[in-house]
């Protein structure tokens, strides 16, 4: 109970709810206990690592091949015994065989030229019976998430350049996207068993990643109300902020909620979605 309702505070300012989506259903796959040792390979800003030690007090490893972005998890991310951060490449990690319990590849392999080679590393570090939580985005992805790509992909033109800015849109830093298929193989194929293998988000705004990706630029280019900043910034989860009605940005995060309940009302994880979720065990 008492993790609910800490989880539950420490995403109150997440705003990107096929984000949380993916937090919740890796925390599930993971079965964290204090004990582990676990890595957070491509931890970017390291929410993941914040939220390990939030909850769990476990030892926590956040690697990222970006000396930029490890800057600005250190600064979120209060330094602490149990909490590492390490610069590295995830085809060829820093660490000795079978030393973590659990492992999380979020949203990394898309990202990643040799797919193959990085999926061996997580299955070298991992002790036996050791869980990697892994989310990808989905090559099935609904028509809303990215109307232009969809339907150039759909005419059989294929998608804009991912280096073409806005018109990028899901395809923008990602050098493919998998169908389930071919993520169930290639993880197989690494020596993994596959336990569960799932899509999460089909319901969600039109362009719904570029409209976050502008509102996280404004406020952070532009100087706008404390109160307005602090609600869109999910770091900051400990500080309250304005009420509801004062603060638009709360008022656009309930209307999306609204929409995103859809997909526990009305959507039975089969066919196009956001993401792929996978839970694979060594």
């Not at 676990?38 to 390990?52: H, P, Q, R, S, T």
């Not at 600064?75 to 820093?94: A, C, Q, S, Y």
Request: charged share 25%; with cysteine; glycine share 8%.
């Amino acid at each position: 109970m008492f993790v609910g309702k800490m989880l539950e505070k420490i995403l109150s300012k997440v705003g990107d709810l096929s984000f949380r989506r993916r937090i919740l259903t890796l925390l599930d796959y993971l079965e964290v206990k204090p004990t582990d040792k676990v890595l957070d390979a491509g931890c970017g800003e390291g929410f993941y690592v914040m939220l390990l030690d939030e909850l769990y007090g476990c030892q926590v490893v956040g690697l990222d091949n970006d000396h930029r972005i490890l800057e600005r998890a250190k600064k979120w991310v209060r330094e602490k015994p149990n909490i590492k951060f390490l610069i590295g490449d995830v085809t060829k990690l820093p660490f000795e065989n079978e030393i973590f319990d659990k492992i999380i590849l979020s949203e990394v392999l898309e990202h990643v030229p040799d797919d193959r080679k990085a999926l061996a590393e997580m299955y070298r570090v991992l002790k036996p019976e050791g869980i990697l939580g892994i989310t990808v985005p989905n090559h099935d992805y609904p028509l809303l998430w990215d109307p232009l790509n969809w339907m150039r992909e759909h005419l059989g033109l294929g998608h804009f350049s991912p280096d073409s800015g806005f018109f990028g849109g899901i395809w923008a830093m990602h050098l493919r996207l998998y169908y389930p298929n071919e993520i169930k193989k290639l993880v197989e194929t690494a020596g993994f068993r596959i336990e569960k293998i799932e899509g999460l988000t089909h319901y969600c705004l039109p362009f719904n990643h570029n409209i976050l990706y502008l509102g996280k630029q404004f406020y952070t280019r532009h100087p706008v109300p404390k109160s307005i900043s602090l609600a869109m910034e999910k770091f900051e989860w400990e500080v309250p902020g304005a009420p509801s009605f004062l603060n638009p940005i709360q008022l656009g995060l309930k209307f999306m909620k609204a929409v995103d309940l859809l997909n526990d009302t009305h959507w039975d994880k089969k066919g196009s979605s956001l993401h792929l979720a996978i839970k694979a065990r060594k």
